[in-house]
Structure formats: structure tokens, C-alpha cells
């Protein structure tokens, strides 16, 4: 398994952007896809974006489509999720996460995960 860790969360205003990133351990980091997903008190975690391993296909959840754009860079053993004209409702806490055996869009899926970063939009 990997091990990752998540950063660039904060504090932004509607309509901001925020850029963030998620670090790997290992060396075998381009044989994972990657995911992000986030969760609010109460709720469950719901999916937002997922990558191939190559990088070379891409899912975003409706909601984000348009204004949330999922990358990678293999040399760099980093994920990105590029979030732009944010609103209220994406506040939560994003978590990264990675799956060895499918390219799928559900946590169950995904067999590591970081600690997560909070984000907070004000409206």
C-alpha cells in the first residue's frame, strides 16, 4: 500500500480557488488510479474526481464538472485537484485516495487514504 498525504485545504471566499495536492510514498505510485473524495459531518464520503494510473482518463462527479479538474504527475509521486469557482456547498474535507486493482468512483474501491484536509468556502 501507499501512504498519503494531503495539503493545500483553507479558507477561501465564493467563487475562490484553491489547489490541492496529495503526496505518495513508494515507487510503484504510476500503477495506482488515484481518487479524491469528500465528506461533511453526518454524511457519508461521496466521490468527486478519480485518475488512471496513466493519467490518461479522467471521471468527475456532476456537481464539480466544469470547475474541478483532476491531475497527476508520476515523476512527482503527486495527485492534484484543481478547484475553481468554488462554492458553500464543497466545503468538507477532501481525502485522496489510492486503488491498486480498479479505476473505480466508490470508497470501497480505493484501499488507502490519507488524513484529509478541510475545506471551507464562505458564502
Known amino acids: 500500500q501507499v501512504q498519503l498525504v494531503e495539503s493545500g485545504g483553507g479558507l477561501v471566499q465564493t467563487g475562490g480557488s484553491l489547489r490541492l495536492s496529495c503526496a505518495a510514498s513508494g515507487r510503484t505510485f504510476n500503477t495506482y488510479a488515484m481518487g479524491w473524495f469528500r465528506q461533511t459531518p453526518g454524511k457519508e464520503r461521496e466521490f468527486v474526481a478519480v485518475?488512471?494510473?496513466?493519467?490518461?482518463?479522467?471521471t468527475e462527479e456532476e456537481s464539480v464538472k466544469g470547475r474541478f479538474t483532476i491531475s497527476r504527475d508520476n515523476a512527482k509521486n503527486t495527485v492534484y485537484l484543481q478547484m475553481n469557482r468554488l462554492k458553500p456547498e464543497d466545503t468538507a474535507v477532501y481525502y485522496c485516495?489510492?486503488?491498486?486493482?480498479?479505476?473505480?468512483?466508490?470508497?470501497?474501491?480505493?484501499?488507502?487514504w490519507g488524513q484529509g484536509t478541510q475545506v471551507t468556502v464562505s458564502s
Open positions: 485518475i488512471s494510473a496513466s493519467g490518461h482518463v479522467t
Open positions: 485516495a489510492a486503488s491498486k486493482s480498479s479505476y473505480g468512483i466508490t470508497p470501497a474501491d480505493f484501499g488507502s
